[in-house]
């Protein structure tokens, strides 16, 4: 039998006990597999004593986390700390400083230093794998680096946020508004107290910046990503969009175009005929567009114990098999620095939806703005008189640029019809 | 700069071309993503002067592809010509007896001596890749392989091919027979001259045994597969699926059962509400369900020149950074001989669509002869008076064991009011 990978683990919450589960429970089989025992050596979490069902006989405790990225005893430090920076951080430069490999599910990290950390293993010939920090148990970053590995990626978008997902699903299937989906979620374990890192489309925007730098073989550029989250949709424009034939996800996009790379994530109206708009739930997916392999498209859970320690301990079978690859594909020093492509410049289709004064110029004024703006109208639909006097109007463009969109909402908001301000959704066209 | 891998490639169909094509449009990245230049030296095909808009300019042509099985100048042979014997076989083995590595898109081959090539590969330390013999351009091979590596699986399925899914889904949206569709799809260059390959359910037998054994570390076991073709399939039973709220997919399917391992290749009614059912025309998807990742879908084209060639080069890069693991997972001499599980011993639900005299009587003796068989009905459908005297009773079942209900359809054949032999499809829960 081949010597062990001996394994250290930082942090020991849902995914660090579901890793210490899985390499016990399937301890002879990843041993066949990975060509050599995978062993548990060292562990460090906050808290001792915290019950967490997992049996650590024989396996050390760290107090500091530090000491993992350098005893001589330990091939691979495991980061399942979270965070961007301090403990993480410190402990993964560490660690590759010292020549260990690193697997980490850190996605906020990898946006945040990814090319500088790339760097670093490399400079010692280390593996840094971070499979789990990308929609859970679904293997992207493998088909990005490896299975895909042939192509030029043109485009990629997918459904990052299983939380986001969860509560546009609810919303929809309920008719219910967002404020009392989220609280029935957080209720549930579906959504954490506070939310503003699902719902406002920071982790969305963590996880695109590491599959755009995986896909386009780019510095990961999280300061690029465009973000909107999804506090503003309501389960209204649910419903139209439904009468539309589009159904509303919280996707994250990414693409090349003539000013650099466009990342975005914020709410889209997808077709009702296209794959994502059936992902529901916690289901994440991603979609890949290749220039020989065409459209692919890879879904699963994104999150969760045991689709995230499975893709953990996946990367760990390639460690204990020293199957490498750059971080990011291509060498550190050669990661291309592109320019972000500015939101402005964004061509799109978009869904307007105003709440106007029920009154005769109201829809001739709005349209003169648009078409000041060289806007096109795709459709228009009104819906039925209110008590209140107010009625929604919504409005589908042809593709326009964003700049003009945006010039156009801001005079259309001051009109005085408009009751309240514009609901405005990118319509996406795949 | 590394030293280059040094290719050759037996075969230059539309495969083989898209391959050559590849590695010229991509060679500088490649040479980035690989870590050393992709460069083909040798190719061999039957015929030299076919128009193949290709540039072989410096690459050295081998009448004889044996020749590229111990040409010194050829680190890894490209198997791309075909078929379970005959030159492909002996390409292979001499290829891998030599030491080099062997990428090949040959589910045939592997299908039937998979377990031997394995063996012959890990006697030499040498690669034996498949990514492209199953579900072109989807990474499935790899994610089974790696990405799901640290997953006990317990059932996979999957659409595996094109041409069967392209009839099925064109049937369904123009009502046409199967005659009809299969006749348009040869002339549009969707399905072979001589179809049985592919509508017989031979191709999708051989790419589910060759997932079976990388999903289980089984050996694979072409034999073991009960497969069914669509030919029986009509337009008829595609309208009334629809109405009890089903599509039917040619599916491959495999499990681990008390029995051994159940490999089904045959068309399965799936509810409309799994993805599965959502994946049309040419497309291909296969879906994992392992213990820690729950439930997976792969999707993409699963033929054509690039989706192919797409995962050719995959295991090329692979090749060229040197990341091995055993064709099947795990090592030959450790891939388990798992019995067959016989069909007789599935347990499903059925759907059975019978034309019967539409007299009294006849439903009553229908269902004394499943009640014997202590098959329990869901659904009962009957069709409207037809001009023939004719008319379509439709059954569903809860699970039952096959053998019952083979021997229930079989007396029912029998009946006297019963005009023409039942149509049997198996009902498939997700």
Redesign the interface.
Known sequence: MNSPLKIGIAGLGTVGA?VVK?LAE?DK??A???GRPLKLVAVSARRKARKRDIDLTGVRWENDPMALATAPDVDVVVELIGGSGGVARRLVQAALKAGKHVVTANKALLAMHGAELADLAEKRDSILAF?AAVAG???II??LR???????VSRLYGILNGTCNYILTTMRETGRDFDVVLAEAQAAGYAEADPSFDVDGIDAAHKLAVLTGTAF?ARVNFAGVHVEGIRRVTAMDIELAAELGYRIKLLGLARETRYGIEQRVHPCMVKLDT?IA??EGVFNAVVVE????????????GA?Q??T??????D???VA?G???PAF???AA?LADKKASPIDRHIGAYYMRLMVQDRPGVIAAVSSILANERISLESMLQRGRSQSGEVPVVLTTHETEEAAMQRAVARIAKLGAVAEAPCLIRIEKF
């Open positions: 579901g899985l399937h089989l990843l066949l597999r990975g499979e148990g679904i293997p493998k088909a490896e299975g895909l590995v042939g192509n030029r073989g794959p059936h992902i290749g220039d020989f392999v065409g459209t692919t498209m890879f879904q699963g859970r969760g045991g689709p320690a499975s893709a953990v301990v996946a760990l079978v390639d098999r199957r490498s690859m594909v291509v060498p050669r």
